[in-house]
């Protein structure tokens, strides 16, 4: 059973985050009844910090931010941080994990890491200042779903003897990756309706992943995963900036490159449909003849005439 799930949860991370965080350093308890130690705190790994109960102020070298009851705060790797409890006392998680593979923007998928480091930029240039955001709170419809799983997770942690401990924590830490991903992705929309330029930027950056892939298959479910936005919301946020559906775009950038292959009379017709980028000849037939308005046949002998 579990050499068919773990493949699965790894398959559907990817899916989400573009890459599987695999290195998970540990995870503890920490209950303070008083101010925290001034020295800053520093991990060589992502930290998941979460605020069970209580109210306190997190502090990094160039931020700081009020943290209420049930929220969730990621950091990045080397970024030193402490806390001000505010509140008389307070319990908190702390979850440390890694990635596998991270990639930056510009490869065939991105990773959470990539997205953390844009989401809390102005521009893309900005982003590539790794202090730009160190840290970035989770809140809203998602906070009920992590502190189940917590809660899940901290029940496991101390069922020390129960068979497959070991493995059932590494299964709720994915799940509570996946939660925080769909719950940064929530956030990074909700934040673009009042930020139009970013949302501009990030369709433009869909539109040249669309230009630079279009023959190798691609779909616009994993166009709008690239920028870290729904298919919904990409494809209002594309037909605003360019009056047509990103799907519509694609097909365009499709038949205009059968188009040129039809005018190569030494390339078979049947060969054309997956140098162009789509599924199978007869996809490919269809979409032609209904952009073109005859069969691809008909355009290559119509084009031969002229």
């Keep these: 059973m579990f050499d068919k ?7 559907s991370m990817k899916n989400d985050c573009g890459s599987m965080p695999v290195v998970f350093s540990g995870i503890e308890q920490i209950r303070e009844k008083k101010e ?5 705190s520093v991990h060589n790994t992502h930290e998941m910090f979460y605020l ?15 943290i209420e009851s049930n929220t969730a705060v990621i950091i990045k790797p080397n970024v030193g941080h402490k806390i001000r409890v505010i509140s008389p006392t307070i319990d908190t998680v702390a979850l440390y ?13 991105p ?3 990539s997205f953390l480091d844009f989401a809390g930029s102005d521009s893309i240039e900005a982003s590539e200042n790794y202090k730009a955001q160190p840290f970035i709170v989770i809140s809203g419809s998602y906070k009920k779903s992590i ?17 497959n401990h ?10 509570l990756l996946l939660i925080m991903s769909r719950a940064l992705k929530h956030e990074w929309e ?3 309706r009042v930020k139009n330029g970013k949302a501009r930027e990030l369709v433009n950056i869909a539109k040249e992943y669309i230009d630079e892939n279009y023959e190798r298959g691609i779909t616009v479910a994993e166009t709008a995963s690239y920028v870290f936005l729904s298919q919904g919301y990409f494809t209002r946020a594309f037909r605003d900036e360019f009056g047509v559906s990103p799907m519509t775009y694609l097909m365009k950038k499709r038949i205009n490159k059968a188009c040129e292959l039809l005018s190569n009379p030494e390339i078979k017709v049947s060969g054309i449909a997956s140098q162009a980028g789509f599924s199978s000849p007869q996809r490919f037939n269809v979409a032609f003849k209904k952009q073109m308005g005859m069969t691809p046949l008909e355009y290559r002998k119509m084009n031969a005439k002229g």
Excluded: C, H, Y
Excluded at 36 to 40: E, G, H, L, Y
């Design 5 to 11: 799930l773990l493949p699965a949860l790894e398959n």
């Design 36 to 40: 925290a130690p001034s020295t800053m």
């Design 52 to 66: 069970r109960s209580g109210r306190l102020e997190f502090i990094t070298d160039n931020k700081k931010q009020i």
């Design 97 to 109: 994990f890694g990635f596998s593979k991270p990639v930056n923007f510009g490869s065939a998928q």
């Design 111 to 113: 990773s959470l890491e």
């Design 147 to 163: 502190n189940n799983v917590m809660d899940r997770i901290l029940e496991e942690k101390g069922n020390v003897d129960a068979v």
């Design 166 to 175: 070991e493995l059932m924590i590494e299964i709720l830490t994915v799940e």
């Design 190 to 192: 909700e934040s673009l």
